[in-house]
């Protein structure tokens, strides 16, 4: 196992197979930037299944049990169940998921399910319908979504998690809404704090709800009480309902950072290996894979990298991270 300069281990690896959405949230491909002038990658630029697979098995032995298939929309990308199979076949990952919009999810569930995945995490900020529609910013409705979340539960892929950003002004005075509409189905509520990834989502701090402030919300109506973390690294706190109807999550990358345990890694849908969400450099592995050098050699080359890591980006956010380039969301995965 690999450690990094602050001892923390590489166990955690998210994959992006596309750049492309569906979607233009605002927090994340605000639609005046990424419109129709905006450049894709071309074909061509995007790792095939042959690479990630083998990118896949490198990070596998060198530590990383979970995987996590990203975007862009994951969805998006053709035959991506061909992907998961393989994927599921490498010893040593013991967890294979994905994260979606679930606007394909429904007709797609059954299909990731016999190929190997094990479970998926649904974006779904709002059930008032004007307010999701706004925020996804393409008019996609509440209830299409909600029909893949309940897809995913048919097909074994639990427990489903619904990631909810929440941003002031906009769908914090929903939070209690979802709550309430999760408690008692087995699924699993998070709440992401808005985050200053990338450069073009207009972030502020003012536009922040602290997860204290979420939790508070939600306590006040049903009461919580914190639960331990369900495996080290773990980024979201974790609160349980006190009358056993299930639990929810919060992600305070702003509020609270968790740079301390971060254990992951993640490789753009081009083939570059980041060390932290809010990068503003990677290193390009294609060149590498593309190349006759060896699986050892590889592996390598990404242990000295995680080895000289010392990323604490939401730790010093700050005047020192003000202006900072970073790579976008859409491009390196969430």
Same mark, same amino acid.
Request: net charge negative.
């Given at each position: ?25 605002? +927090? ?10 905006? %450049?894709?990658?071309?074909?061509? %630029?995007?790792?095939?299944? %042959? ?179 369900? +495996? ?41 290996? +980041? ?37 604490? +980006? ?21």
């Amino acid at each position: 196992m690999v450690t990094d300069t602050r001892r923390r281990p590489l166990r955690d690896l998210r994959i992006s197979v596309t750049d492309r959405c569906n979607f233009r949230c605002t +927090y994340c491909m605000p639609k005046e930037i990424f419109n129709r002038e905006w %450049e894709f990658l071309a074909r061509d %630029e995007l790792l095939t299944f %042959e690479e990630i697979g083998r990118l896949a098995r490198v990070f596998a032995g060198l530590g990383v049990h979970k995987v996590r298939i990203t975007g862009g929309e994951p969805l998006l990308r053709r035959d991506l169940e061909v992907l998961i199979a393989d994927l599921s076949s490498i010893h040593g990952i013991d967890d294979l998921t994905l994260t979606t919009n679930g606007s394909l999810l429904a007709r797609k569930a059954e299909t990731l399910a016999a190929a190997g995945l094990d479970r998926v995490s649904v974006s779904l900020d709002s059930l008032d319908d004007d307010v999701f529609r706004a925020m996804n910013d393409v008019d996609f409705p509440v209830a299409r979504v909600l029909e893949g979340i309940d897809a995913a539960a048919a097909a074994g892929l639990t427990p489903v998690k619904v990631n909810a950003v929440v941003k002031r002004g906009v769908n914090d005075h929903t939070i209690v809404e979802m709550a309430e509409h999760f408690r008692g189905t087995g699924h699993i509520l998070r709440f992401i704090e808005f985050m200053d990834v990338g450069t073009t989502n207009g972030w502020r701090l003012d536009d922040v709800v602290p997860a204290a402030d979420i939790v508070g919300a939600i306590h006040a109506v049903h009461p919580l009480e914190a639960i331990p973390p369900a +495996y080290p690294g773990e980024v979201a706190r974790r609160f349980r309902y006190q009358d056993g109807a299930g639990e929810i999550g919060v992600i305070t990358s702003v509020s609270n950072p968790f740079c301390a345990t971060c254990t992951r890694a993640r490789i753009s849908a081009d083939g570059f290996l +980041y060390t932290c969400l809010f990068a503003n450099k990677g290193l390009d592995l294609r060149p590498l894979v593309r190349s006759d050098m060896s699986d050892e050699a590889i592996a390598d080359v990404v242990g000295q990298v995680w080895a000289s890591r010392d990323d604490r +980006y939401s730790e010093v956010r700050s005047e020192h991270t003000d202006g900072l380039p970073k790579v976008e969301m859409s491009y390196i995965g969430g």
